[in-house]
């Protein structure tokens, strides 16, 4: 009897350290989403190139700067052209004191007329912080209409709930 315990007991301890090693997986990031909207043998010289920022809270503050709230934050990459595709060649995701956290592909994807892509900042993941933000490098065709970015961001607690969104600015 006292074996199986010292086994039960072993076993318990090395799944524990097992499981405080692993990473959370952070879903959006995941490369097969990615992989079936990349463009092969990419050339951009007849396109219009631009960027757009966008502001992301991954954490708010709650009644004061000493109590935050997590959020889910799904970011919108949106074609609002009927007829041409546009390209998003970068999506970098920023944390609060500026550093790069991730870039979300390594390959120009696409985005068809009309289509939207989504990103998940899922709520666990507190990288960002309270001032988070992305920045979009994206390609268009001459005298196209510019892509669109926005992200909803919410939290539900019981019966209580925050939602709010926030827009891309186009940088130049």
Request: charged residues 20%; aromatic residues 12%.
């Amino acid at each position: 009897m006292k074996n199986i315990i010292k086994v039960l007991t072993f076993v318990t301890i090395l799944l524990f350290i097992d499981s405080c090693d692993k990473e959370k997986e952070i879903s959006s990031i995941n490369e097969t989403n990615w992989k079936k909207r990349t463009v092969n043998n990419f050339n951009s010289d007849s396109l219009v190139h631009g960027q757009t920022y966008l502001s992301i809270y991954s954490q708010i503050y709650s009644e004061t700067e000493h109590r935050i709230l997590n959020l889910t934050a799904t970011v919108s990459l949106r074609n609002i052209n009927v007829k041409d595709t546009i390209f998003i060649d970068k999506a970098t995701y920023y944390n609060t004191h500026g550093e790069a956290i991730r870039t979300y592909f390594d390959k120009t994807i696409f985005i068809a007329p009309m289509e939207t892509v989504e990103i998940v900042i899922d709520e666990s993941d507190k990288e960002g912080g309270t001032g988070a933000n992305f920045l979009f490098n994206w390609s268009i065709k001459p005298n196209s209409t510019e892509p669109f970015f926005e992200s909803v961001m919410l939290s539900t607690s019981g019966q209580q709930g925050i939602s709010f969104t926030t827009q891309g600015k186009t940088v130049h």
